[in-house]
């Protein structure tokens, strides 16, 4: 018949121990995100101009918001208009306070969704003001330290797709 091998316990523990490490290494790299940004990268400094409809805090559904900014600078040379409306996945992430009319952000945009799935936008009726090529999502918000009295930062699914925590 065939041939039996006895193994001791302490090889087996052993490999048993190497098979972890490996898989807990080959785990970091197949989920580890890298810094690349889908699309077109832009960046805004604006104003908040418009009320803000909070969704409620993201789940097991992919809530997003529209926030319209009076535009300071825009690193997009071919877009005219004083006004623009960009995209906040996950807002609620943001925390209490972060979103105010009349304060000064910066922000980070691409002109692609960094999500491989799409998202509930109740106010996405906002868009639909402007005649726009592109949707602008952001990547990346942080309320200027300027003009505001506080410096609050807030990143948006770059670095992960559904960050730790919210309110």
């Known amino acids: 018949m065939g041939e039996v091998k006895l193994v001791s316990s302490h090889t087996h523990n ?3 121990k190497h098979a972890t490490i490996i898989l807990i290494v080959l785990a970091s790299f197949a989920t580890a ?20 409809w909070r969704p409620p805090g993201c789940g097991t559904t992919a809530w ?6 009076s535009i300071r600078e825009f ?15 996950c807002p609620g992430f943001y925390g209490e306070g972060f979103f105010k009319v009349g304060e000064i952000y910066s ?3 691409a002109d692609e969704n960094q ?5 509930v936008i109740l106010n996405k009726f906002v ?28 990143k948006s ?6 960050p730790q925590g919210h309110k």
């Open 127 to 154: 868009l639909e003001k402007y005649t726009l090529e592109k949707q602008l999502w952001v990547i990346e918000a942080e309320k200027s330290a300027v003009d505001n009295k506080a410096s609050i930062k807030g």
């Open 33 to 52: 995100q890298t810094d690349s940004i889908r699309g077109n990268q832009f960046t805004l400094e604006g104003e908040i101009i418009n009320g803000i």
């Open 14 to 16: 052993f490999d048993m």
């Open 75 to 89: 690193s997009d040379s071919t877009y005219t208009l004083d006004s623009i409306p960009v995209i906040f996945t």
């Open 107 to 109: 922000l980070t945009l």
């Open 64 to 69: 997003g918001m529209v926030v319209e900014f």
């Open 115 to 119: 999500a491989n799935f799409g998202w």
């Open 157 to 162: 699914h770059r670095k992960r797709l559904w």
